[in-house]
């Protein structure tokens, strides 16, 4: 099992950067493909990116695309997403999210474990 806390959220004006960093603790983390989720008020939750368990292939929703860029570093027990040029549709509560089963999925039926979220605004 493990645990998962997001940090890094907060309100931005439109063009800004923001890192959102996901600590894990429990079991070892390189056994875990990671995604980050994003959901916005009166939408259903969605797929942004994800990574692989050794970090050498990463995979990116269609809206973030040339923007978003998530990296992992499983010394540290950490995954981050770096989240340039931000708009205001961008706006959500972001999650960090992990699976033990197979490589990056794009559904978040398809991951066990979630942390809390924390939430992104983007003011125009």
């Known amino acids: 099992q493990v645990q998962l806390v997001e940090s890094g959220g907060g309100l931005v004006q439109a063009g800004s950067s923001l890192r959102l960093s996901c600590a894990a603790s429990?079991?070892?983390?390189?056994?875990?493909?990671m995604g980050w989720f994003r959901q916005a008020p009166g939408k259903e939750r969605e797929f942004v990116a994800g990574?692989?368990?050794?970090?050498?292939?990463?995979y990116y929703g269609d809206s973030v695309k040339g923007r978003f860029t998530i990296s992992r570093d499983n010394a540290a027990n950490t995954v981050n997403l770096e989240m340039n040029d931000l708009k205001p549709e961008d706006t959500a509560l972001y999650y960090c999210?992990?699976?033990?089963?197979?490589?990056?999925?794009?559904?978040?039926?398809?991951?066990?474990?979630w942390g809390q979220g924390t939430h992104v605004t983007v003011s125009s």
């Open positions: 990574i692989s368990k050794t970090g050498s292939n990463t």
């Open positions: 999210a992990a699976r033990d089963v197979g490589n990056v999925a794009w559904f978040p039926v398809q991951y066990s474990y």
């Open positions: 429990g079991r070892a983390f390189s056994n875990y493909a």
